[in-house]
Each structure stands twice: as C-alpha cells, then as structure tokens.
Nanobody
C-alpha cells in the first residue's frame, strides 16, 4: 500500500508565498518521478511541476519563474515552493507519484489534494 500525504495549502494574499509538501510512504521500491497538478473549479486538471529521479524538471507555462519543485530523497518527499501567487493560482493541488511499489509494481498514485486560495 502506497500513500501520498500533502500539506501546506491555505489562504494567501496575491503576491504571497506558500510551500506545499508531499510525502510518499508505504511499500515503495523506487520513485520514477513526483509532481504536482492542480484543478480549478470548472477546469481540467493541469500539470504544475514535475521532477524525475534523475533531476529533470518540467513546469507548466503559467508557473514558470514563480514556482520551484524540489525533493528530499531520504524522506520520499517533494516540495512545491510557490512565490508571487496570483488569484488564478487558486485551485486544489494534487501530488502525483510514478513509482515502483514492492508488490504492485509500477503505478501512478495521487494524494487527496490540498486547497490553495489566493485572494485579498
């Protein structure tokens, strides 16, 4: 059983910052990549940022230069530092992991989501 637990969401004013964390736990053999997606009301889920085990990053166009993804391999944890937040960043943010579980093999896992609201 693999679990992704997110934390760090909340309410912030435009121009402010937040840091999201996502810890993967359970029967994990290795992690291929971890990342963040978001979904605003009435919109499709979209990629925010991803980070492979090799260190390659990919960012959505709307967050480039403002958000930074990083990881702590020892803790199987990925972080999303969000700066210069805008109202249009308001969404539920989901952690995603592409990983090899010891029994189930390779799979795609999702966290429960954390709300980020940017409003004055």
């Amino acid at each position: 059983q693999v679990q992704l637990v997110e934390s760090g969401g909340g309410l912030v004013r435009p121009g402010g910052s937040l840091r999201l964390s996502c810890a993967a736990s359970g029967s994990i053999f290795s992690i291929v990549a971890m990342g963040w997606y978001r979904q605003a009301p009435g919109k499709q889920r979209e990629l925010v940022a991803s980070l492979t085990s090799g260190g390659s990053t990919n960012y959505g166009d709307s967050v480039k230069g403002r958000f930074t993804i990083s990881r702590d391999n020892a803790k199987n944890t990925v972080y999303l530092q969000m700066n210069s937040l805008k109202p249009e960043d308001t969404a539920v943010y989901y952690c995603n992991a592409d990983l090899w579980a010891r029994v189930a093999g390779r799979g795609d896992y999702w966290g429960q989501g954390t709300q980020v609201t940017v409003s004055s």
